[in-house]
């Protein structure tokens, strides 16, 4: 049977760090696909940033690293100590979406603006909300609490939003009803405030109207997350 690495602890996904970072080395974020680790008993990795994944495996100097997954899609948000060649190689993967490391509180700029919701909404990740004010560390919250809902949603349901058909513009009174008591029960279990949900929102209006509701946390000495 396939494993899928989920948490479901009330409020908050448990971001686990391996080792301490040495020396020389920075903690990055990217969203990478989630592969399947056979070796393992059959558990999802994060692609590039699992020993599992060889020979895609960046060999890194400390190990420690801290991994959320989009609920049963296959993505993971990852942060990793890495050097900088490490990072390099990472971030050079057609696949794999990485954020400026060292000042996330930079703000999003115009000219990466539109490769970065392109890119987020190709995973599922609603992005039309970002404009050239918001930073990274923003959009990196954001995509850490929708992640932990999809967590929640696995854990309670066994399944994905996304199944049956469901895009990021679904209307809510599109859904069936079941999916619908399950997203409240979600939300329920998460003391996340439905009361604004009207009939025509979209998933992508509602995962935005209940993602930022979680409160921020600290991810491998990183405030605000």
């Known amino acids: 049977m396939m494993r899928w690495l989920v948490c479901v602890c009330l409020g908050l996904f448990l971001w686990v760090p391996q080792t301490v970072a040495q020396g020389g080395q ?7 696909p ?5 070796a ?32 049963r899609e296959n993505i993971a948000l990852v942060a990793a100590n890495l050097t900088p060649a490490e990072h390099a190689s990472v971030a050079a993967q057609p696949d794999v979406l990485s ?28 992005a039309g909300w970002i404009n050239g004010t918001h930073t990274y560390r923003e959009v990196i919250r954001f995509t850490r609490q929708l992640f932990l809902i999809f967590q929640r949603y696995l854990g309670q349901h066994g399944e994905s939003l996304f199944d049956s058909g469901v895009t990021l513009t679904t209307r809510w009174n599109q859904l ?17 405030d439905t009361s604004a949900i009207t ?3 979209t998933i992508r209006q509602i995962l935005r109207l209940l993602g930022p509701q979680l409160p921020s946390v600290t991810v491998m000495g990183i405030p605000g997350l």
Do not use: C
Not at 47 to 71: C, E, M, Q, R
Not at 99 to 126: C, M, R, T, W, Y
């Open 26 to 32: 920075v903690v990055n974020f990217y969203i990478v």
């Open 34 to 38: 989630v592969v399947l680790d056979d």
């Open 40 to 71: 393992h008993g059959e558990v999802h990795v994060p692609k590039y940033l699992s020993p599992s994944t060889t020979p895609n495996w960046v060999t890194t100097t400390g190990d420690s690293t801290a991994v959320i997954h989009y609920g």
């Open 99 to 126: 954020f400026p490391a060292g000042n996330l509180d930079a703000p999003v700029s115009d000219i990466n603006l539109a490769a970065l919701q392109a890119a987020l909404e190709g995973v599922k990740i609603p």
């Open 176 to 192: 069936p009803v079941g999916v619908r008591e399950k997203l409240r029960t979600v939300a329920d279990q998460l003391q996340l």
């Open 199 to 201: 009939q025509t929102m």
